[in-house]
């Protein structure tokens, strides 16, 4: 079933969820998630009111219809007959109805980011009604590809799109294809735009124009490529809808696209549960024995690298080398792996030679290079840092599935139970002095903190119960969490 050098597509689809992994060469490299009760909405156009504008920040609120408001900024208004950008935030003014589009979903406390600069996908091209610009991949390099491609599209829009205009960015995916494809594409979006022109005009809004196709069909527009030889799905109703869907937009798919009908569930024959368990994990171990240790904070994720357990045969630079240039091709997988995003600051190991720095820079560009995300990278400072960001539009692996812990609210620590037993010494003669308890205190708390108090501890609370004068009872709740407690007048 799995071949040699072959990228395969797995889609998994229940009731609640669907899931997909992109496999390269055997090996996971990207999973995405989608929960029906918690689709995203990057990529949804809406009809939505402004609710505040805000001049000191030349930024508004819009209201969408979602639970929080969304946020836009001047520079992604458009207003006016010829969708011009104005100079300030002031040119929208509140209860003024405008066409937004998601460009980032609602994240922690954020609510979406939305932009009125309107983009709709297809399989080969993006199609923007308010601009007259034609783009090009830049993942396309061949010049001479670039301009015949440039020419096709330039000479179709005058063709099909005529006076409505617009403007196209040509995807990575459009490399080599012919004029047939391209006019199938462009004459799909030019019929959806006229579409949502028409909803737009019909509606008050907050509401939905147009949403985005759901994770099975998104995934066949966006991530299968010519590289990737099968596309297994285990739900025959997503079958016939991702063939449907195939056979009307994404030429030469349809062939590619297999029921999974195994024994054993679809990723589990792939080891995906394996790896995703993994992706959650603080320490990503490498072959040789260094590993990675990785943080994700609400304001930008941190990747250490360490040298562990491998010592090299020659000397410490060519460790400190070989564990970075290894160290590059886990940090690659695991930035798509876990769809890590924002500001990523990778601290390689000291190297003293600027060519092992240049070496490791590059082989790490040539491992994002079949990222699907926008990447920026720096270059390697003295202290071995590297800058980069990784452009987000949905939440990370972590943020989908995981949420803050209640024993720690998100730190990844907690208080000792001897720094406990303190605060609880603390509360009980702060309760002395304010406080005429007739029949003593009672403590409320974990198992691990009453085995403190009434070990370690037990001459302490002795010496306490001596100084205020009254009785101290213990009482365990398991349901409390190490940092839990109660001090209770009696």
Known sequence: MRGPNTDEVLINVTPMESRVALIENGVVQELYIERNAHRGHVGNIYRGKVVRVLPGMQAAFIDIGLSRTGFIHVNDVRLGADRERPETISALHEGQSISVQVMKDMMGSKGARLTMDLSIPARYLVFMPYSDQLGISQKIDDESERERLKALVRGLSAEIAGELGGGFIVRTVAEGVDDAELRHDMAFLLKLWRHVQHKIQHTNGPACISEELPLPLRTLRDIVSPEVQKIFIDSRET????????????????????????????????????????????????????????????????????????????????????????????????????????????????????????????????????????????????????????????????????????????????????????????????????????????????????????????????????????????????????????????
């Not at 491998?310 to 769809?339: P, W």
């Not at 924002?342 to 990222?371: N, P, Y």
């Not at 903190?449 to 501890?457: A, N, P, Q, Y």
């Open 239 to 490: 079958l016939q809808r991702a063939l449907s869907f195939a056979r009307e937009f994404v030429p030469g798919c349809e062939a590619r696209v297999e029921l999974y009908q195994g024994e054993r569930p679809l990723f589990d024959l792939y080891n995906v549960e394996d790896d995703l368990q993994k992706a959650l994990e603080r320490k990503v171990y490498l072959k040789s024995g260094g590993y990675l240790i990785i943080d994700q904070t609400e304001a930008m994720t941190t990747v250490d690298v360490n040298t562990g357990s491998f010592v090299g045969s020659r000397n410490l630079e060519d460790t400190v080398f070989k564990t970075n240039l290894e160290a590059t091709h886990a940090i690659a997988r695991q930035l798509r792996l876990r769809n890590l995003g924002g500001i990523i600051i990778l601290d390689f190991i000291d190297m003293q030679e600027d060519e092992h720095r240049t070496q490791v820079l590059r082989s790490l560009e040539k491992m994002l290079a079949r990222d699907h995300a926008k990447t920026h990278i720096t270059q390697v400072s003295s202290l071995g840092l590297v800058e980069m960001t990784r452009k987000r539009t949905r939440d990370s692996l972590e943020h989908i599935l995981c949420e803050s812990c209640p024993s720690c609210a998100g730190r990844g620590t907690v208080k000792t139970p001897e720094t406990v037993c303190f605060e609880i010494f603390r509360e009980l003669l702060r309760e002395a002095r304010a406080y005429d308890a007739a029949n003593g205190y009672e403590v409320v708390a974990s198992q691990r903190v009453i085995d403190r108090l009434l070990g370690e501890e037990s001459s302490a609370v002795a010496d306490l119960e001596a100084f205020i004068g009254k009785p101290i009872r213990i009482q365990v709740e398991t349901s409390y969490s190490q940092e839990q407690y109660d001090v209770v007048l009696l």
